[in-house]
């Protein structure tokens, strides 16, 4: 396979999801980092798309389908969770400041533009995670270890 001028851009044009499926990653104990499935399956319940399902909702009415199929951020808040050794149980407020940024930030070309959505996800940061995890001390569910009147 040519890769052209830019052998190092090939990460680029995966997904996390297709990488966990290329990877033989347990996918099915993944589901809960998934998206949201009601609009694509009618289920309250969190899945991950497997590969290549966006295409089947190209042309449809824009109803946010497409980011039904998209869970990079969440894999990629996961995977950062892990490497700060941080719980999972955090993920819910460092993802509603991700989440947040991830809308009023990502620019997709068109309303089936995939790879502009993941691609959006590859550019977060372990220090913009750790400002979310910071904002969850301020406003979430952490709290300092030690005595209530040494926190200022």
Known sequence: MDVGPEPER???M?????LLYLGGA?????QSWGMAAH????????RLAPPGEWRMLLGRPQLGLMATVVPDLHL??????????LPAAIARSVLTAAVQDFIDEARPTDANDWIGLVRATQTLSRERVEDYVAG???Y???VP?????TVR
């Open 76 to 85: 990629q808040v996961a995977i950062l969770l892990r490497e700060l050794q």
């Open 39 to 46: 609009a694509t399956l009618g289920c309250i319940c969190s």
């Open 26 to 30: 347990p996918v099915n104990d993944l």
């Open 145 to 149: 270890d030690g005595p209530a009147d």
């Open 10 to 12: 090939i990460g680029s």
């Open 14 to 18: 995966f997904s996390m999801t297709e």
């Open 140 to 142: 979430g569910p952490l």
């Open 136 to 138: 969850a001390t301020a």
